[in-house]
């Protein structure tokens, strides 16, 4: 039973890269594809997690990295994995040196080595503990990245089956797998493919659909219990979106971004300026809700929040006020007859729009128990009282909206002393003419100066665009102000 879900675990982690293309006739490559892929991880039918992978060219052969982060329970069973993993390979794709970070169930390790002579050198950190280790091997070995790569550039002719030596940065080993080429069969969504069977896992066949340029198209374990395919970013960005909001173990160290230097005791800050570098130019630039923002360079951008903003972009123009941010939208029920009534109840007595949102956003931070899940809509989390911080940015939405205040749902960076930038989600009311980012799940207005604003908009295709930063984007400290 612990070999088994082991191996369902480890599948998540054996992917080459993606993305379909129809093929009459399946030729030796020359090389990999070279390109970023992602992969939705589905056990029974149910998204369990999620898998990205870069190839790209590198001295001597090619850079393969890989990050993901997958929750299984099966027969009783539960783990938890997430994994950030480096591979430099040469240019027939056997192994040069590796860098594996992993955490299983909450225990984090990592390793690293280097391949020469038929040696693997081995460095691996876990528990505060580092040990050495060699491995002495013969011919050559190969990473699991690469395993449905390595008949493409050899022979992949039908009936053809190839032998060779894989590392597993799991059990820290050498191991023998077999690789077969069934033959020309379309996925079970019509794609053109090669069929692959490896037997990378004991008693169970691992089934690999591949296009003609290398990239993997589907796996499947156990006959489609545990099922791997490649998917567009978009399909996969409320998902992760979702996850990294949550602020979920399983994503956690992935979504997390370090600042560099670190921000020094956040609570007492008053400005804030960082470059943001990895930004995806695609991306509208937000403004507003006591930040600014603008380009510095291809990839970045510097965003300046609080007494940092310059004092002529802090006293731009009013802002005009948006119909739809007074109106009720799908889970920010602002007409819903118990939040109309709340709302009014809160804000009996108050004049000033500030007073008000200040006391909505103090019940609602008070009201909701914060969990790692999300509560739902606005009347739902009003009638649980439990959700994380994207409930309770459209609790208060609702409250504000229903009061007469126009209100927008966001979603960016916080700074969590000690740890780093984490995703996260609050609301920005328009009062007096400026709008004003308010976080009911700290209970701040205005919000801190670490509130970052990417994103606005509560629906998950507002949500997909942090798939193309997640993971990649890295953060500079140009000025704290105090």
């Not at 390109?35 to 589905?42: D, K, M, N, T």
């Not at 069969?185 to 090669?194: F, I, N, R, V, Y």
């Not at 969590?416 to 009062?431: I, M, Q, V």
């Amino acid at each position: 039973m612990k070999i088994a879900l082991r191996v369902l675990i480890a599948l998540a982690f054996t992917l080459a890269a993606v993305f379909p293309a129809a093929a009459d006739q399946f030729k030796k490559l020359d090389k990999p594809p070279l390109s970023e892929r992602w992969f939705g991880i589905y056990v029974d039918n149910e998204r369990v997690g999620f898998y990205r992978q870069v190839i790209s060219e590198a001295p001597d052969g090619y850079r393969i990295e890989g990050d993901g982060s997958v929750r299984m329970k099966v027969m009783g069973f539960s783990k938890e994995s997430s994994m950030r993993e480096t591979y430099l390979v040469g240019k027939g794709l056997a192994l040069r040196s590796f860098e594996v970070e992993q955490a299983v169930n909450g225990s984090a390790s990592r390793i690293s080595g280097k391949v020469a002579s038929n040696i693997m050198r081995i460095t691996s950190v876990a528990n505060g503990k580092k040990t050495e280790k060699l491995l002495k091997y013969k011919g050559e070995v190969y990473p699991g990245p690469v395993l449905n790569l390595y008949p493409l550039m050899r022979d992949p002719s039908p009936g053809k089956s190839f032998t060779t030596l894989t590392f597993d940065p799991e059990e820290v080993k050498v191991k023998e797998v077999k690789i077969s080429v069934l033959g020309q069969e379309k996925t079970p969504d019509s794609q053109p493919a090669l069929k692959l069977r490896n037997n990378l896992y004991p008693f169970v066949n691992n089934d690999v659909w591949v296009d003609d340029q290398g990239n993997t198209l589907l796996e499947s374990v156990r006959d489609g219990l545990v099922i791997t395919r490649a998917e567009e970013p978009k399909q996969l960005g409320s998902f992760v979106g979702g996850l990294a909001l949550a602020k979920k173990d399983l994503i956690y160290d992935f979504s997390l971004v370090r600042a560099e230097p670190p921000v020094k005791d956040s609570k007492k800050l008053t400005g804030l300026s960082v470059e943001i570098s990895g930004w995806n130019d695609n991306l509208p630039l937000r403004q507003d809700g006591g930040q600014t923002v603008e380009k510095s360079g291809e990839g970045r951008i510097v965003i300046k929040t609080g007494r940092a903003v310059p004092e002529t972009a802090a006293q731009g123009k009013p802002a005009t006020p948006q119909e739809s941010y007074l109106k009720p939208a799908e889970k920010i029920e602002s007409d819903a007859p118990e939040i109309a009534a709340k709302a009014k109840e809160l804000a009996t007595g108050k004049k000033e729009p500030l007073e008000i949102a200040r006391t909505l956003a103090s019940w609602t931070s008070d009201w909701l128990h914060d969990t790692v899940e999300d509560g739902g809509g606005a009347l739902a989390s009003f009638k649980s009282r439990n959700g994380n911080c994207q409930t309770h940015a459209r609790l208060y939405t609702a409250l504000a909206r229903a009061a007469g205040i126009p209100t927008r749902f966001v979603s960016g960076l916080i700074y969590l002393d000690g740890k780093g930038f984490l995703y996260h989600s609050w609301a920005e009311s328009l009062l007096n003419g400026r709008w004003v980012a308010i976080d009911p799940t700290y209970d701040q207005v205005p919000a801190d100066p670490t509130h970052l604003k990417l994103l606005e908009g509560h629906l998950p295709e507002d949500m997909a665009p942090i798939i193309t930063i997640i993971g990649r984007i890295h953060i500079k400290v140009l000025e704290a102000k105090y």
